[in-house]
């Protein structure tokens, strides 16, 4: 009954607070793969392109970002903007460190991290397209946009799909390293709660529970893209 009051919603609960957080966390995750799958395209399109300064460019953002661990990449991302804000404050003279916006900082840093991840996905997509369906469009004399709308996208999204899942979920673990500058997730507010209570196991095991949720609606939603993405279409024996 103990755990109950204390993850419940009365004056001394702290269940609103973790739902709070936990939407939190919901909306630095989807904010973080938008901005991933933003640049998921544009190294995939890179990667594709004639020009070899574009292909390198590719090349070296997925082999950096991949190799750089995502802790140390927030951490540049905030202290970094941090101190160009700080120079622009005392430009204008104010004086002292300036912090930038956590969740602004955070959910580009998990962006950048994860659309490396997300352009080695959609380049395999493209890759395991059917040739002949793209030359029989070219044949028909399809530009190259309305041969992207009408062939290549449809078919590279359907092979996409399930890796861009397992890229939401890395996200989703991803979000939990934003708590040390300072946002105020689950994660976060799991540390809060156990320092404030000294009841550590209660917090973290119901921040485990929560995200596991999360992972569990998710992944019914991306399954379920999935299944429609295939429907029309036969599989093989």
Not at 80 to 88: E, F, N, Q, R, T
Not at 101 to 106: D, H, Q, S
Not at 223 to 236: N, Y
């Amino acid at each position: 009954m103990e755990y109950f009051q204390l993850m419940g919603f009365g004056p001394d609960g702290w269940g609103s607070d973790m739902l709070k957080a936990t939407a939190m966390t919901v909306a630095v995750t989807f904010c973080g793969f938008a901005t991933g799958l933003v640049f998921g395209c544009l190294g995939a399109a890179a990667s594709f392109s004639n020009s070899r300064i574009l292909q390198t460019a590719a090349s070296s953002y997925t082999t950096v970002l991949r190799g750089i661990p995502d802790l140390l990449v927030i951490y540049l991302f905030y202290f970094g903007s941090s101190s160009v804000i700080s120079g622009v404050a005392s430009f204008f003279g104010s004086g002292g460190f300036v912090s930038a916006p956590a969740f602004l900082t955070g959910a580009l840093a998990i962006g950048v991290v994860s659309g490396a991840y997300q352009t080695q996905v959609l380049r395999g997509a493209v890759l395991a397209l059917n040739k002949g369906e793209v030359e029989a469009g070219r044949s028909y004399g399809m530009g190259s946009f309305l041969l992207f709308r009408r062939i290549i996208l449809p078919q590279a999204a359907r092979y996409a799909l399930p890796g861009v899942g397992n890229v939401w979920q890395l996200v989703l673990k991803e979000s939990a390293l934003i708590s040390v500058i300072g946002l105020v997730e689950l994660m976060r507010q799991a540390q809060v709660g156990s320092g404030s209570t000294r009841q550590p196991f209660s917090f973290y095991l119901t921040a485990a529970a929560l995200y596991l949720l999360i992972t569990f609606i998710s992944g019914q939603a991306f399954r379920l893209a999935e299944v429609r993405s295939m429907r029309g279409l036969q599989r093989g024996v």
